[in-house]
């Protein structure tokens, strides 16, 4: 990112956000409230709990070394369900009775997607974990208030694709869940491996909370593809994975990783999970802000962070809104800390790792690029990243990592 850019950048974000600030303006004392709205229940609850803890353990370890510009966090926490219609009321709470500044830790596009518009109508920051590329522009993004520390389901889609050519498959089909993460997901699958001058077989959209998918999956098979690339969450994918184990078909299958549980591999077994190859974005593990992470995870989930990289994207968030209004200086209002969020995460600033190293540096006059735990971060201009993916094969009972694709 060029100095231009960033400026540019600082100046829409304060404009756009400036009209909508009538109550965030006033600042809450010497105090920044957060939202961590995450998913404890429901099909992100697999994430959600440790997302949470992130949030409020970052924040303490923030508080603890004197706040960000002399404001302490103060953090709500509150439950989406993984539904829409129930993280609207949560995020309705948060901003009208608890009047958080921020909301962080929203998991699923269809959550995030039914969440930005209450953030955007209260001049708050919505930093979240879904891939729909709608989140990237207008009218959801219109006020540059949005950031996904998650990869986008088009970059999903990409690595899909560079996994599909180098595991040798030349007949893929597609099976996506009926939303904007599941299609998404596909639909940026089909359009890399298009563009690379592939074909498509059959893509197939199924509604959710079906007892069976045999039409739909029979559908996809009649193609006689050799690999079924989906977009699904966990209870779909147990059930469309049994009754192909039953059909007796061989394909295999390329699946996003958090459309599996514990539960899922227990249940039905390695023969099954032995087709799948599974794909998730990788945390930055080479970085001082991934060790820090990790020991904060342990601590507080009894597990290596490897476990949750939307923990670390939580984690990560606290630390680069904390940073931002450092940067913002005392007194700002959320106008002022909106448009230092890109700026923070710059490729052109001094790399730093933590809070404590990033307040430092900018209380000595230098810009800033904070080299996160979940990814390098480096925000575009639309609030989104770019992280590396691992692909994640059967090895034994449980899943392991077998390479990592750029894009």
């Known amino acids: 990112m060029n100095f231009d850019r960033r400026q540019a950048l600082q100046m829409m974000a304060a404009g756009t956000l400036a009209a909508a600030m009538p109550r965030l303006a006033l600042a809450q004392g010497a105090e920044y409230r957060i939202g961590a709205l995450c998913p404890i229940t429901g099909a992100g609850s697999t994430f959600g709990t440790g997302m ?39 995020a309705k709470k948060l901003l009208e009775v608890n009047e958080v500044q921020a909301i962080l830790g929203t998991w699923s596009s269809g959550v995030s997607l039914a969440v930005v518009p209450l953030t955007n109508d209260a001049g708050a920051i919505l930093m979240n974990t879904s891939g729909a590329p709608a989140l990237s522009v207008a009218p959801a993004n219109a006020k540059h208030l949005s950031y996904r520390f998650q990869a986008t389901n088009d970059r999903f889609g990409r690595a899909f694709a560079e996994i599909a050519k180098r595991e040798g ?118 970085s001082p802000a991934f060790a820090a992470f990790d020991a904060l995870y342990r601590q507080e989930m009894g597990e290596p962070g490897t476990a949750n990289n939307y923990a670390a994207m939580t984690y990560d968030m606290t630390v680069l809104l904390a940073l931002a209004i450092e940067a913002a200086g005392p007194g700002a209002d959320n106008a002022a800390i909106n448009a230092r ?67």
């Open 169 to 286: 498959f030349r007949k893929p089909a597609t099976m996506a869940f009926n939303n904007a993460s599941g299609i998404g997901n596909t639909e940026g699958f089909t359009k890399a491996w298009t563009a690379a001058g592939g074909t498509v077989e059959k893509a197939v959209v199924y509604e959710p909370n079906q007892p069976s998918y045999r039409s739909e999956l029979q559908s996809v098979l009649d193609g006689e593809p050799d690999v079924i690339v989906m977009g699904s969450y966990v209870a779909d994918t147990a059930i469309i994975l049994r009754e192909w184990f039953q059909s007796g078909a061989t394909n295999k299958f390329i699946v996003p990783k958090w459309a599996f549980n514990a539960d899922t591999i227990a249940t039905l077994g390695p023969d099954v999970m032995a087709n799948v190859i599974t794909v998730e974005s990788v945390a930055n593990e080479q």
């Open 52 to 90: 949470q803890k992130m949030i409020v353990a970052a924040a303490a370890e923030i508080n603890a070394a004197g706040g960000a510009a002399g404001r302490t966090f103060k953090v709500f926490q509150d439950d989406t369900q993984t539904q829409p219609q129930a993280a609207v009321l949560a």
């Open 341 to 407: 969020i890109i700026d923070v995460s710059s490729p052109d600033g001094e790399v730093v790792t933590s809070f404590a190293a990033g307040r430092d540096a900018l209380k000595a006059g230098k810009s800033i690029n904070y080299d996160g735990a979940s990814s390098v971060l480096d925000l575009d201009e639309f609030g989104d990243v770019t992280p590396d993916f691992g692909a994640f094969f059967m090895d034994g009972e449980a899943f392991a990592r077998r390479y990592v694709v750029k894009i």
